[in-house]
């Protein structure tokens, strides 16, 4: 059996080695991270170039099914995927981890609607942590900004007062909070990603009363079968070769 996982997660990275060697995997990257964490397996880097792209590399290259592990808010390709599946007739399924409780954070569709709510609440110091792609929305901000991605945004997308920080996680509880305290942390802007790596930064401010504003997750495309964790990804891929 041979499956595309559409991958650049943990959770996609351990699904692959869970079904290795009994199910021959085609990890696809969207190569936008430098020196990426490889799964085991065959990996491809790089777009398919949208439906057209996707539909014909699963024509050239025959898959039993296709998985979809990519990050929450990679929108984009996880429709194309949908709808390219759903075209060809060919198993679907999306594995997304499972969302963070909003609780008290401040929920909003969008980094533009975010900006705009920072702005609307006289936050002045603000921990960024929507990636590379977020900060555009933040450009014409006159607030001050600690910026942590993993990839440095382009130069022209910076708000004028800011700090950059490039990492990768997972992080620390304790580390968070001494960056909150730190950089006297006004307001926490973040994407609802889910998971256990990046979810530190929110209870520490908690900690601190920090107010969080929360970029909630796109929609998944209807009709899409979905599952949150890895071995029901296992289950569900075994299921098809039995």
Same mark, same amino acid.
């Given at each position: ?13 351990? %699904? ?8 021959? /995997? ?6 936008? /991270? #430098? ?7 065959? $990996? ?16 050239? !290259? #025959?898959?039993? @099914? /296709? ?11 996880? @429709? ?15 594995? @997304? ?7 008290? *954070? ?23 942590? !929507?990636?590379? !792609? ?15 991605? $993993? ?14 920080? %490039? ?10 909070? *001494?960056?909150?305290? !730190?950089?006297?942390?006004? @307001?926490? /802007? ?9 979810? #530190?930064?929110?209870?520490?401010a908690a900690t601190l009363g920090i107010p969080v504003v929360m970029v909630d997750r796109p929609p998944v495309p209807p009709g899409v079968r979905t599952v949150g964790t890895v071995p029901e990804a296992v289950a569900w891929v075994r299921s098809l070769a039995r």
């Amino acid at each position: 059996m041979r499956i595309l996982l559409l991958g650049g997660t943990g959770e996609a990275r351990a %699904l692959a080695a869970a079904l290795h060697p009994d199910v021959e /995997v085609i990890s696809s990257l969207a190569g936008r /991270v #430098p020196d990426p964490a490889l799964p085991v397996g065959q $990996v491809r880097i790089g777009g398919f170039g949208g439906v057209d792209g996707l539909r014909r590399w699963l024509t050239d !290259t #025959p898959v039993d @099914a /296709v998985v979809d592990a990519t990050h929450p808010f990679a929108a984009t390709i996880t @429709a194309t995927a949908a709808a390219v599946c759903a075209d060809l007739g060919l198993p679907h399924l999306l594995l @997304a981890r499972p969302a963070w409780s909003a609780g008290d *954070a401040i929920l909003v569709s969008s980094d533009r609607e975010a900006a705009t709510t920072v702005a609307a609440k006289g936050f002045s110091r603000i921990f960024l942590t !929507t990636g590379r !792609t977020g900060v555009d929305a933040f450009r014409d901000s006159d607030a001050w900004f600690l910026i942590r991605a $993993v990839t440095p945004p382009d130069a022209e997308v910076l708000p004028r007062h800011h700090e950059l920080l %490039l990492s990768r996680g997972p992080y620390r509880y304790d580390d968070e909070l *001494a960056a909150l305290r !730190t950089h006297r942390i006004e @307001a926490l /802007v973040t994407k609802n990603s889910g998971g256990d790596m990046t979810r #530190p930064k929110l209870d520490a401010a908690a900690t601190l009363g920090i107010p969080v504003v929360m970029v909630d997750r796109p929609p998944v495309p209807p009709g899409v079968r979905t599952v949150g964790t890895v071995p029901e990804a296992v289950a569900w891929v075994r299921s098809l070769a039995r």
